[in-house]
């Protein structure tokens, strides 16, 4: 699979961030060609099916962001799920999102561009810093600003693009779901025919999981995914969940481990008010149902992507 940046820390002034190592186990969950194993309805159910008019995303508004030493953190859609943030240094930059004992960081670019960062830590008192590396693996706080989260709703982190699933409503992996899904008739029918396109049209990019064994902070791109059907299975969990949430469905990335051997794979888990069950996927009424892409369209080589029985969440974005 993919390249991992993330890695949980304490806050502090100073803190010592140990060396990412997802990019080195996640490159070896590859999977075959993509048509070897679409997956065969066999029923559908759910709530009629209507998707969006338009992509439910936010922008970095500076007039309500908190600016320290060239670093600035948008807290105002928190409770929407997503916060955003965006620093310039000639040094690393992180992210670091703190809910009582638990943390993520991000990586940031040092340029101004902004990050959007998911609320993945239910409600609480988070506090949100911007942190710049002095060398090895010392970081220092550069700006830092606190937040009472009340999210809309359970699942609005995951309704939205994020850094790990960014798109628009100009993304081509978009407009293909709008197509895919015009004539759903209920919304088991939006996840089946989404999850059956990629699993039938995706094949994994073993090349680029040899690029990226060494490489630390990959970032997937939906629309690169889509354009090139090909990718290693972060790219397979991010194409299904920009694709999924930008029809209003609720989708998850997460990252952990399979068995029968720990390897470090990525899948998503939807919710609907509905289901649908295949020869592959059992996605279940009202409850987070697992979609493993990268298994599907591999036909089940567990030598790559596992066997498909036994699951390790580790990290949710």
């Known amino acids: 699979m993919e390249g991992r940046h993330r ?22 969950c590859g999977g075959g060609g993509g048509g070897g194993g679409g997956a065969t309805s066999e ?15 936010a922008s970095f508004d500076e007039s ?39 943390s993520y960081n991000y990586d940031m670019p040092g340029d101004g561009t902004p990050i959007t ?6 409600n609480g008192a988070y506090t949100f810093a911007i942190m710049r590396n002095t060398g090895g693996s010392n970081y220092v706080e550069i700006a830092s600003t606190t937040a009472d989260v009340k999210l809309t709703s359970e699942s609005a982190p995951f309704t939205r693009p994020n850094m790990y699933c960014n798109y628009t409503d100009s993304s081509a992996c978009v ?30 990019d073993a090349d680029k999981a040899g690029k990226l064994k060494e490489v630390t902070g990959y970032v997937p791109n939906p629309d690169e995914t889509f354009s090139t059907n090909k990718g290693i ?15 209003g469905i609720p989708t998850k990335i997460v990252t952990g481990y399979v068995s029968p051997n720990d390897l470090y ?8 008010d509905g289901s649908w069950t295949s020869a592959q ?17 591999d036909s089940g080589n567990d030598s790559y992507v596992g066997d498909g029985v036994s699951y390790t969440d580790r990290y949710v974005y």
């Open 7 to 28: 890695i949980v820390i304490r806050r502090a002034v100073t803190m010592a961030v140990t060396a990412a190592l997802l990019c080195a186990t996640l490159v070896a």
């Open 43 to 57: 029923s559908t159910s759910g709530a009629d099916f209507q998707a969006p008019s338009s992509v439910d995303s």
């Open 64 to 102: 309500s962001a908190v600016s320290q030493n060239d670093g600035s953190i948008d807290t105002s859609s928190v409770n929407d799920g997503v916060v955003m943030a965006h620093g310039k240094s000639a040094s690393r930059l992180k992210l670091l999102v703190t809910n009582g004992d638990m």
């Open 117 to 122: 960062a998911p609320i993945n830590m239910d």
């Open 175 to 204: 407009a293909k779901a709008r197509e895919l899904t015009s004539g759903a008739q209920n919304v088991g029918d939006a996840v089946k025919a989404v999850c059956t396109y990629i699993v039938d049209n995706v094949d994994y």
């Open 233 to 247: 299975c972060f790219d397979y969990a991010s194409l299904g969940a920009a694709m999924l949430r930008s029809i």
């Open 265 to 272: 794979h990525a899948w998503i888990m939807v919710y609907i």
């Open 281 to 297: 996927f059992s996605v279940n009424p009202q409850s987070w149902s697992r979609v493993d892409l990268t298994f599907a369209a």
